[in-house]
């Protein structure tokens, strides 16, 4: 069975400075990666997502994200966070045969002046 | 513009009542989803719909009920059978089996209250 594990509940990080949100999973067969961000009371927004070929993904508002087969890892990064992005973060796998998604437990980032 | 519309935003309920979240999509897409939000267990997935007249139970149908009579509506009923119906409840859809990118388009949520 598949699951995804965001290894950090909360991050909290000054403006201007680099994060990375951690993001681990375990699947038998070959996965679609993504990562979603939802801002208070809205639903969730695709930043980016993993399907085939080069392993660096980029996504919006700056943020990437790298697939690690053999760490079975795809950790979300940017290099200067703003304000604006504080929001709740989650990863999600998908085998892709059915679209369906399975998430993350989330990880909020909040970014202070 | 297209997109996917739920209402009501919120919702507060006696226990012992049914209510029915709706869920509209302008999107053309096959499947359509219920997830639940809970503070800290991420999302859970309710039902699923990959064509109309048919869908699945997720991780955590136990009660809710669907229908999915159109193809651009899905509405979610919360029973009186759930027994923490408390939450924040997404719809999604996506553009179906077999296409394979497994992403997915969300609504902006309803929050149910049980009082």
């Known amino acids: 069975a598949q699951s995804v594990t965001q290894l950090d509940s909360q991050v909290p990080v000054f403006e201007e400075a680099p994060v990375e949100l951690r993001c681990n999973y375990s699947s038998s067969v070959s996965v679609y990666l993504f990562w979603y961000v939802q801002y208070p009371n809205q639903g969730l927004q695709l930043l980016l997502k993993y399907l085939s070929g080069s392993t660096l993904v980029k996504g919006i508002n700056g943020f990437e994200a790298e697939f690690n087969k053999s760490q079975t890892s795809f950790h979300l990064r940017k290099p200067s966070v703003h304000i604006s992005d504080t929001a709740e973060y989650f990863c999600a796998v998908s085998s892709g045969n059915t679209g369906k998604l399975i998430f993350g437990q989330g990880t909020t980032l909040q970014v202070k002046p | 513009d297209g997109g996917i519309t739920q209402s009501p935003k919120y919702l507060f309920r006696k226990e012992g009542q049914n209510v029915t979240l709706s869920c509209e999509q302008n999107?053309?897409?096959?499947?359509m989803y219920w997830y639940r939000q809970d503070p800290g267990q991420g999302l859970r997935l309710i039902y699923y719909s990959q064509i109309v007249n048919d869908f699945q139970k997720g991780d955590i149908a136990e009660g809710y009920s669907v229908s999915r009579e159109k193809k651009e509506s899905f509405p979610l009923t919360v029973t009186s059978a759930q027994k923490n119906p408390t939450a924040f409840y997404l719809c999604?859809?996506?553009?179906?089996?077999?296409?394979?990118?497994?992403?997915?388009?969300f609504g902006e949520g309803s929050r149910l209250t049980v009082l």
């Open positions: 999604a859809s996506s553009r179906g089996q077999g296409l394979g990118t497994g992403e997915l388009f």
């Open positions: 999107l053309n897409h096959d499947a």
